[in-house]
Structure formats: C-alpha cells, structure tokens
T-cell receptor
Framework: GENVEQHPSTLSVQEGDSAVIKCTYSDSASNYFPWYKQELGKRPQLIIDIRSNVGEKKDQRIAVTLNKTAKHFSLHITETQPEDSAVYFCGGGSYIPTFGRGTSLIVHP | DAGVIQSPRHEVTEMGQEVTLRCKPISGHDYLFWYRQTMMRGLELLIY????????DSGMPEDRFSAKMPNASFSTLKIQPSEPRDSAVYFC?????????????FGDGTRLSIL
C-alpha cells in the first residue's frame, strides 16, 4: 500500500513569513494529493488538492507543488497569519488516500 | 448541507464497557470511512464502506472492534470490551467516487476516553 511521509512534524514561523510542508509518497500509481487543515479540537478540512496531471496549484496564499518523478509534493503558505496555526495533513493515493502524520504549524504574532 | 454528523461528541467510560460510536454521512455520498486519531499514530484508516458494504477492514486493530452500515444514512463503530489504549478521537468521513479523486468530508469526531 501507499506510504506517506510528512516533514517537519512541527513548524514555528513569525507572522508574515512563509511556511513550507513537504511530503513524500511511495506508490508511483498515486494520482491524488489532498491537504487538510485541522484546528485544535476541530475536524480536518480540505484546503487544497492536486491531481497528478498538474505540477502546481494555487489558491490565494496557499499553493501546492507536485514532483511525480521524485514522488514528493509540498504545501506553501505565504504571508502567514496567526489563524493559519493548525495541524496540516497531506494525503496521497490512487483510490483511498493515505495520510501523513501531520505538521503542527505555529504562527507567532 | 448538514455535513457528516457524529455522536456522541465525547464519551468517557470505564474499561471493559461496550462503546458505540455513530455516524450519519452526507446524503448522496456512497463511501463512508472510519478513522482513529492519536498523537502517536496520527490519522489511521480503520475501515471503509461502499454502498453499505465493508470494502477494507485491514486497519481495524483487533476483534474487539466492529463496524456496521445497515443503511446508506447510518454507520456504527463498536468497541467491546473497551481498553484504555482505545482512547483517541474517532472520525467518520464520507465522499463520492474516491477513485475519481473526490475529497473526503469529515465529521466533528468523537473524543473517547477509556478509564
């Protein structure tokens, strides 16, 4: 089955800085890569996803890049704000996504 | 749309007791997933259903765990007997056509504490 590794486990940035979270996957057949944001005590919510036929997707301050050759994908958050503080999960798979262990992002005002 | 509805939100019980978690998926979603979230293991897929039929239960930790989906709008996850190591947040999620890369929608979760 798919194995998704996510780094770092914790990321601390100052407000206004950029944040980058990286994930690698093992199954070359994987073609769908969602990213979920989970605020403390809340449900995971989809913030952006990318499919294998594109290399990059952007939505306002959030972007995701995918390198199929290297089997890694990344989440980029620019101009971070305190409300971006949460745990972010990456997922990868060709049918049912496997999730990474999560990255706790802390944005200091 | 009311989203995925889970109950109870919190459950505290003593070890050895039976625990039943409930989930109502989004109407029209024919896939339903049960996840367990812990600090140590992250978000683990326990089992998923398609059209009320269990497809993959390889993530169910042991025979103490069972899941059913008697109809398209209701599923249960049961633990009997419960143990302290079962303490976690249990999420239910639903989606349409994951093979066509449709995202999963999560419920608010059940925070389970086994004393």
């Amino acid at each position: 089955g798919e194995n998704v590794e996510q780094h770092p486990s914790t990321l601390s940035v100052q407000e206004g800085d950029s944040a980058v979270i990286k994930c690698t996957y093992s199954d070359s057949a994987s073609n769908y890569f969602p990213w979920y944001k989970q605020e403390l005590g809340k449900r995971p919510q989809l913030i952006i996803d990318i499919r294998s036929n594109v290399g990059e997707k952007k939505d306002q301050r959030i972007a995701v890049t995918l390198n199929k050759t290297a089997k890694h994908f990344s989440l980029h958050i620019t101009e971070t704000q305190p409300e971006d503080s949460a745990v972010y999960f990456c997922g990868g798979g060709s049918y049912i996504p496997t999730f990474g262990r999560g990255t706790s992002l802390i944005v200091h005002p | 749309d009311a989203g995925v509805i889970q109950s109870p939100r919190h459950e505290v019980t003593e070890m050895g007791q039976e625990v039943t978690l409930r989930c109502k998926p989004i109407s029209g979603h024919d896939y339903l997933f049960w996840y367990r979230q812990t600090m140590m293991r992250g978000l683990e897929l326990l089992i998923y259903f398609n059209n009320n039929v269990p497809i993959d239960d390889s993530g169910m930790p042991e025979d103490r765990f069972s899941a059913k989906m008697p109809n398209a709008s209701f599923s249960t996850l049961k633990i009997q007997p419960s143990e302290p190591r079962d303490s976690a947040v249990y999420f239910c999620a639903s989606s349409t056509r994951p093979h066509s890369n449709q995202p999963q929608h999560f419920g608010d979760g059940t925070r389970l504490s086994i004393l």
